[in-house]
């Protein structure tokens, strides 16, 4: 199978992890919206949360724990989770992920919240040491 993000899972393709459990891994977004963007992915293969299965209660500590981890470390105000299930609604990787977005205050609501960053994404070696207690 050819998925981009089973390859990440099983280290083909290099990704910045800054969580894992049993079930999940959570790893920073190579485009990010927002300072600490990252994804909750299940390490089995799921395509989306409308496939038959509980894959979502399986990665649930992992979506708490890396948004309590992205809140404390980087000092977000607030924090959106956003799925994409199927094209039609924007999925491009089809292997079922949650965002994490940590939201600040200069960049407040909604409309703001789909905002590709370059300079969010211009640091990511240096953020993702930052997150993982490297520094
Ligand atoms: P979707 O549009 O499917 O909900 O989101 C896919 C996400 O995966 C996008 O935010 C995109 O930036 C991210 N992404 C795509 N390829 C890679 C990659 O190779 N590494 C990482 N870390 N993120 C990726
Ligand atoms: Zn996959």
Redesign the pocket.
């Known amino acids: ?1 050819d ?1 981009l ?2 390859a990440i899972i099983a280290g083909d393709v290099p990704s910045r992890q800054i969580y894992a459990d049993d079930h999940a891994v959570a790893f920073l977004d190579i485009a990010p919206w927002h300072r600490g963007h990252s994804l909750v992915i299940p390490r089995r ?1 799921v395509v989306d949360v409308l496939e038959e299965g509980p894959a979502l209660i399986d990665i649930a500590p992992a979506i708490q724990t890396t948004s309590r981890l992205l809140m404390d470390r980087l000092g977000a105000d607030g924090l959106n989770m956003v799925m994409n299930n199927r094209a039609v609604a924007g999925q491009e990787v089809f ?1 079922l992920h949650v965002h994490l977005v940590p939201r600040y205050s200069e960049h407040p609501g909604m409309r703001a919240l789909f905002r590709p960053d370059p300079a969010a994404g211009s640091d990511l070696d240096a953020l993702h040491a930052h997150l993982t207690g490297a520094v």
């Open positions: 199978m998925c993000f089973c293969h292997h």
